[in-house]
Structures are given as structure tokens and as C-alpha cells.
């Protein structure tokens, strides 16, 4: 709206000012006010018309300069109707309409005149019908590569934001369902024995509060990572292992562990920390009586292997959840792999690590 106003009202203004400073010069008159006010409103309809109403304004232009109205800067009109028509359509389309506008003119030129020379104008409305084009083309690429850019980045927030869910809800995930999987199991024996060894019910109870306590403290560790928005939580570590394996050893399980992790670095040794915790989590809620759990740690040049088998009775191929989805992730994300099935005796976990800088 602005922009029409604003042409219209140049294009009024320059040809009055002409009509009026140059010698000899046609005077302004109402009808030459009244067509070149309407020339200049139809680009109010170009964006949604945009070849049809390039012709119009073509031809009401060329019209008005037939007429022998004052002279002015009314093909400023069509210009802009042909580069609006050249950045939504194309040059193919602009270039064929302009031509045969062109050719139209050059018709009309014939049949008024009589005679088939061109004017010394036709080379200038060739150069202007190519320079138009040409620049309506380049805004159109520019315009459509900006485009391209901001989907590309909207994809690429998109993607960082889902990835930061993801991330989100395995934290959470590791850090309640052990702790939960602890409490349920200590609850069951403390409601088990509640009556004839209380002590034993007293040590389950025990548990049960350190186990809520841990899992406590590790909630609030990641909640407020979560509202400041800087990692600065601790980093879990294999360094930690001991208590995961304490609390597996108090759910009823004997451990053994063989090897040794070693120095890892941090992104290897925390996603190793968090597949042992929810290895250890799965024996605890899905296998079936177990009473013994392997945990090896094998360290080679370039990778970490590291497994967590137990002797659950009549094992089947579990179906994927959060749990087994997520240890997948983390090894996936590190260029790693995970595979946990059933095995003979039981089921085992193994997810192998690369170690960046090891050859």
C-alpha cells in the first residue's frame, strides 16, 4: 500500500513538474492526473496477479504515452510491475511475457503507423526489459537462498532442541528408575520380614533411605543444570561404580567384577557409568530370580568394552523400552555400539566404546 502511494505519487509529481518546467511541454490535465492515478493503483493487485497485471500496466503506460499526454516517468510502473512478476514467477515467465508485450507493441506500432521501422526507443525497451529481468532474477535467487539459510536453521534448532530432549529424558530416566527400581526391591523385603526379623526389616528400611536420598540429590543436581541452562553438574564416572554395585549387592545380588576401566575420557567413562547403572537397574526389576551378576570392563587399544551379564532364570528377548533404547543411544552417540539379549544361563549387556587418540 505504502509503496504504491508512494510511486504514484512520484510519478504525478514528476510529471506535473515537468509539464510545467519544460519548454514546449504538453500541460498537465485532469485525464493525464486520472490515467496515470490508475496506472499507478494497480499495483495495489500486482502481488496476487502479477503477469496479468503487468500487461495492464504495460499497456496503459505505452497507451499513455501514445496519447500525447505530458511526458514522465509512468514506465517507472510497469518496471515494477515486471520485476514483482520476474521474483515470484520466474525469468522464464517474465521473459517470454515481456517479449511478447514487446512484440504486441511493435504490432500496434505497425498497424498505427504504416511503416515497419522501429522508433529510436525500441533498443532502449530491450535493454529495459533485460536489465529488469536481470535484476528481478538476482533478488529472486538471493531471496530464495535466505529462505533456504533459515530453514536450515530452523531444521538445525529443531534438531539440537529434539537431541537436548532426548538427552533430557535419559538423565532423568538413569537417575530416578535405579533409585526407584533399589527403594521397590527394599520395600519388598522390609515388608516381607517386617514380622519375624526385624532387624532385617530395619536394614531394608535403611536402604530405602539412602537410596531415596541419592536419588534425591541426583534430581536436584539435574533439575538445576535444567533451570540455569549450564552444564555444571557433576559428571557421573565409573569412578562411581562402587555404589551402584552396593546397591545391587543390598537388592539381594552378588557382584563380582573383573578388569579394570582405567582413565577414561569424560563423554566414554559417564556414558559407561549410566549403561551400567541401568544394566544393573534391568537385573534388579526384569530378570527373573537372579542371584549373580558379572560386570568385565576390558580395555583395548582404541575402545572400552564393557559387559554386565547376569544368571536370570528362562531369559527371553525383551522388548525395547526407555531403558535398553537409551543405553543404545548413548553407545550410537559416541560412535559406539550396545547389544543386550539373552544368553546361555541369563542375559547380557555389551556396548563397545571407541577412545579418540588411542590407535
Known amino acids: 500500500m505504502v509503496r504504491t502511494v508512494v510511486v504514484t505519487a512520484f510519478v504525478l509529481g514528476a510529471t506535473s513538474g515537468a509539464s510545467r518546467w519544460q519548454p514546449g511541454a504538453t500541460p498537465m490535465t485532469p485525464l493525464a492526473a486520472a490515467w496515470l492515478a490508475a496506472t499507478g493503483l494497480t499495483l495495489l493487485l500486482v502481488h496476487r496477479y502479477p503477469l496479468t497485471f503487468f500487461l495492464v500496466t504495460t499497456a496503459s503506460a505505452f497507451g499513455y504515452y501514445a496519447s500525447g499526454l505530458p511526458g514522465g516517468p509512468v514506465i517507472l510502473i510497469p518496471t515494477i510491475a515486471l520485476f514483482l512478476l520476474t521474483r515470484q514467477r520466474g525469468p522464464l515467465t517474465a521473459g517470454i511475457t515481456g517479449s511478447a508485450a514487446l512484440a504486441v507493441l511493435y504490432l500496434v506500432h505497425i498497424v498505427t503507423s504504416g511503416s515497419f521501422a522501429l522508433a529510436a526507443g525500441a533498443g532502449f525497451l530491450v535493454i529495459w526489459l533485460v536489465a529488469v529481468i536481470g535484476v528481478?532474477?538476482?533478488?529472486?535467487?538471493?531471496?530464495?537462498?535466505?529462505?533456504?539459510?533459515?530453514?536450515?536453521?530452523?531444521?538445525?534448532?529443531?534438531?539440537?532442541?529434539?537431541?537436548?530432549?532426548?538427552?533430557?529424558?535419559?538423565?532423568?530416566?538413569?537417575?530416578?528408575?535405579?533409585?526407584?527400581?533399589?527403594?521397590?526391591?527394599?520395600a519388598g523385603v522390609a515388608a516381607h520380614v517386617a514380622d519375624r526379623r526385624p532387624e532385617q526389616a530395619k536394614e531394608a528400611l535403611l536402604n530405602i533411605k539412602s537410596a531415596s536420598a541419592s536419588a534425591l540429590n541426583d534430581l536436584r543436581a539435574t533439575l538445576a543444570v535444567l533451570r540455569s541452562g549450564e552444564d555444571k553438574a557433576p559428571a557421573p564416572s565409573l569412578a562411581q561404580a562402587g555404589e551402584l554395585l552396593d546397591h545391587a549387592r543390598d537388592a539381594g545380588l552378588t557382584v563380582d567384577v573383573h578388569g579394570e576401566a582405567g582413565e577414561l575420557p569424560a563423554p566414554v567413562d559417564a556414558a559407561a557409568y549410566r549403561i551400567l547403572q541401568e544394566s544393573l537397574t534391568n537385573v534388579v526389576r526384569h530378570a527373573d530370580r537372579p542371584g549373580h551378576v558379572d560386570v568385565r570392563f576390558e580395555r583395548r587399544r582404541g575402545s572400552f568394552t564393557l559387559r554386565v551379564r547376569d544368571d536370570g532364570r528362562g531369559t527371553a528377548q525383551p522388548a525395547p523400552g526407555h531403558g535398553l533404547r537409551g543405553m543404545g543411544e548413548r553407545a550410537a552417540a559416541l560412535g559406539g555400539r550396545c547389544t543386550a539379549g539373552p544368553v546361555d544361563g541369563g542375559f547380557e549387556v555389551c556396548v563397545e566404546l571407541p577412545i579418540e587418540g588411542e590407535a
Open 136 to 186: 528481478g532474477t538476482a533478488v529472486r535467487y538471493q531471496l530464495d537462498a535466505l529462505a533456504a539459510r533459515r530453514e536450515q536453521a530452523d531444521e538445525h534448532r529443531h534438531r539440537l532442541a529434539e537431541q537436548e530432549r532426548l538427552r533430557i529424558a535419559r538423565e532423568v530416566h538413569d537417575v530416578v528408575a535405579h533409585s526407584l527400581a533399589m527403594i521397590n526391591v527394599q
